[in-house]
């Protein structure tokens, strides 16, 4: 961060000075909400509804500051880190370090010890319930200090540019007082216990820097009619704990404290962006595919426009297997910097072991981002009909539902919730055995409280399916977040093609790492271990050749081979 003094003045009301954008006019403070949360917290979903009905009360008078901290901000498995080296030294010096911690969410309020509503007396954080009434009676106090704040955004080289103006209406009780400013991110999508969205939580107004560092830089005049302006330059990374900074994304909270608590008033802005092309759209993501039994899908496929004008129509040609393009035309309004998601179109393709969809959009300015593309599986096959829906769960039987849908989108078979256990384990649930026609099916598996199945502190749970008793590879799991999806194929056909099982040959059987494999045609072998986990899945062409499991812990593993025209599982001993 670099910054450059413009002016710090002592001045009088009277003197000529170039200040800008401040107000000038005696005003009341402005609520600065740290709101303290985590991705695993049950509750903090109602504690963003009720910061938001803050803001949305009191516009232009209130802003939030989400600060990820604590062990419910802890990632587990798959989860993105939203946490920040300031986190710990904000939350800790809001309550009593001599009492036990709080739970979450929690927050403070300008930094303000507030009578009756604190967690702990004489201490700044409190929990949602009076975060309301905080900020109601902070926007109905006097300030003596006003603050404007603006921001400019390189797009080309990720430079930040922040102004400030502070103008002093009345006297600080001290003669030194801290100019903070925080960097948030809007609209990350991820998981949030406790949100009922899986990993499509929407997270807002998430600090991911303090570019005044953590308590901010001083301002030493401070006495009615000081003003003082300062420029802050700061370069936004590609990411923050490889979560990705989206520079369209950024919003900027300024505010004056008189030590490294009392805030006493601040102001929010949204930046502006220059260094943008004339024409540039960026296809920005495709949404992953899960293994498919069916031949058509609809894609969804993420847009971002970097163009300096809005977007407002956009050709999308898009293929699977390279087969025969479809061209979808979307048309909308899309702000420069902003993203949308877009469904194609359905699109019918030959569904191999192996499947890659591609999305083009057209030249432009740029054409480096403008092709994007993402690889899905064939789905398991059984030739079996009797169907088993193995269920454990864990202590909290109760978080855990589950159906299983064909492909018209009826239910076949549903369970849950479940009793709860008095201690951490694993809990066998009866077996739900159906017989099933050929189809495509889909399983879903939920947890209320979004922390899965599976974990140390509450037991291994999981989900298994059966066919004839035997583990369908790839549908067994366990570790998620709120919802787990799997699908698989029931197709008796399998059984009464001419197929020669003897023509899938794998040696040696015990094996020390390397097999050598023969194959009529070309397969997708996957392998599982006895718990159900994949671990290995590789395409091979027909005829002979040779993977190595030498990584591979010594043990029993169930090996599958699946054509287009065969599917076949088998035991494989690694010593």
Known sequence: ????????????????????????????????????????????????????????????????????????????????????????????????????????????????????????????????????????????????????????????????????????????????????????????????????????????????????????????????????????????????????????????????????????????????????????????????????CVNTISPKVTIQNLSQTPLTSLPIEYNINSGANSVYTWTGNLAPLTSTVVELPSYSFTLNPTNTLTITIPNDDNNADNVGSTNFNKAAETDQTNITIRITTDRYGSETTWNLKNNAGVTVASGGPYADAGAAGAYPQPDVNVTLANDCYTLTVNDSYGDGMSSAAYGFGGYQILANGVLIPGMSGGTFTSTDTRKFGVNTNLSVNDFDASLIKFYPNPTNGLVTISLPENAMITLTDLSGKQVLAQQAEAGESTINLGSLSSGMYLINFAGDNFAKTDKIIIK
């Not at 109602?46 to 009360?57: F, K, L, P, R, Y």
């Not at 232009?60 to 802890?74: E, R």
């Not at 702990?120 to 902070?138: D, E, L, V």
């Open 1 to 292: 961060m670099k910054k450059t003094l413009l002016s710090a003045l002592l001045l009088t009301f009277g003197y000529s000075y170039s200040q800008t954008f401040v107000s000038t006019t005696p005003e009341n403070r402005k609520a600065i909400l740290e709101e303290y949360t985590g991705v695993n917290c049950v509750f903090c979903p109602q504690g963003h509804a009720i910061a938001n009905s803050i803001v949305n009360a009191n516009p232009n008078n209130a802003f939030i500051i989400n600060i990820h901290q604590g062990g419910f901000s802890t990632p587990g498995a798959g989860q993105p880190d939203f946490r920040t080296s300031f986190g710990n030294a904000i939350v800790q010096q809001s309550y009593n370090p001599a009492q036990s911690g709080f739970g979450y969410p929690a927050g403070s309020m300008n930094r303000n010890v507030f009578s009756g509503l604190s967690i702990h007396s004489g201490y700044t954080a409190m929990f949602r319930n009076n975060w309301a009434n905080a900020a109601s009676q902070i926007v109905n106090q006097s300030s003596y200090v006003n603050v404007g704040v603006q921001g400019v955004i390189n797009a080309q080289t990720r430079e930040l540019t922040v102004t400030v103006e502070v103008y002093y209406t009345g006297n600080s009780p001290v003669s030194t007082n801290k100019l903070n400013i925080a960097l948030l991110q809007n609209n990350t999508l991820g998981p949030q216990t406790g949100g009922n969205m899986g990993n499509n939580y929407n997270h807002m107004h998430r600090l991911v820097h303090m570019i005044t560092g953590q308590w901010g830089v001083d301002i030493t005049s401070t006495s009615t009619g000081s003003f003082y302006t300062q420029s802050f330059t700061y370069t936004i990374p590609e990411s923050y704990n490889s979560v990705s900074a989206e520079i369209g994304e950024m919003e900027l909270v300024a505010f004056v404290a008189e030590t490294q608590q009392k805030i006493i008033s601040g102001n929010g802005a949204k930046p502006t962006y220059t260094g943008l092309a004339n024409n540039d759209v960026k296809v920005k993501s495709i949404e992953s595919i899960g293994a498919q």
